[in-house]
């Protein structure tokens, strides 16, 4: 039987961890060649451009490398570790 406390702390860590799924594919496609322009997947630059562009704004490029995606996924699990902790301390 499933229990119902731990709902919400589930799902706000499943849609965090799905988000994640995102940005990654989002980095990974700029290395496989696969067009996010393409009207089938312009939803994934249109949901990772808000945090990515603001965290670019303060993280410079290094060279070729350009580190903000990877920053972005670190905001974004440290969100989900406090929101998860949070949401399970409340609804236990």
Do not use: C, H
């Amino acid at each position: 039987m499933i229990s119902i406390e731990g709902l919400p702390a589930r799902a706000v860590y499943t849609a965090f961890t799905l988000y994640m799924m995102v940005i990654l594919f989002r980095w990974a496609a700029a290395y496989l060649q696969i067009d996010l322009y393409n009207p089938r997947l312009r939803w994934v630059k249109t949901t990772t451009d808000p945090l990515v562009n603001l965290v670019k704004r303060y993280v410079p490029a290094l060279g070729p490398f350009d580190f903000s995606v990877f920053v972005a996924l670190l905001i974004v699990y440290v969100l989900r570790q406090v929101t998860v902790g949070v949401l399970g301390r409340l609804f236990v």
